[in-house]
């Protein structure tokens, strides 16, 4: 099951499931009682921490949850906010989710630390459905913005380019298979 979350970011292939991690958490869920897939991908666009460069394509099969009050000391989770669909994350891109989008440049730093390169607003909860299903999972992103005060406007710029890009790589990984 190939899925995206949809508004400003449909592709022909995918089936949108929402905009930030409750709208996906519903609608995936729904989905998967309805018909368990054997496997979801994730498509979308995502902001770069620093080190990956515009309209980069990044898979990654690991998300994670970290607010960027958690590196300045000002927040703790409970809850395992990590989440992967690989034994060995060493080697993985992680994708940070959260229903904020980070315009602070200097918080880069403190992700790719972590080897957090990307952030989606989704992508946490699509692996976190998949894991609560048993369900194998990952995703493929372009690279649309950087996390710093332009996000927004670098992002609006950069989303329909960013999205052929997806779409062609995509559509190209298909008929390799």
Do not use: W
């Not at 009682?33 to 666009?45: M, N, Q, R, S, W």
């Not at 229903?99 to 880069?108: L, V």
Request: with cysteine; hydrophobic share 40%.
């Amino acid at each position: 099951m190939i899925i995206c979350a949809g508004r400003s970011e449909q592709f022909d292939f995918a089936m949108p499931v929402g905009v930030g991690m409750i709208e996906v958490a519903i609608n995936l869920t729904r989905l998967c009682e309805a018909k368990k897939p054997d496997y979801i991908l994730f498509v979308g666009t995502a902001g770069s921490y620093g080190k990956k460069k515009i309209f980069d394509i990044v898979e990654s099969k690991t998300a994670a949850n970290v607010e960027n009050s958690f590196f300045t000391g000002g927040s703790y989770s409970p809850i395992d906010n990590v989440v992967s669909s690989v034994k060995d994350v060493s080697r993985e891109t992680i994708v940070n989710s959260s229903n904020y989008i980070t315009t602070d440049k200097k918080m880069g730093a403190y992700y790719t630390a972590q080897n957090i390169h990307i952030e989606n607003m989704e992508f946490f909860a699509v692996m976190k459905v998949a894991q609560f299903y048993g369900i194998s999972a990952g995703g493929i992103f372009v690279v649309t913005n950087y996390c710093d005060e332009n996000a927004h406007k670098d992002f609006e710029k950069n989303q329909k380019e960013g999205m052929r890009y997806l779409d062609d790589y995509v559509k190209a990984r298909a008929e390799q298979k």
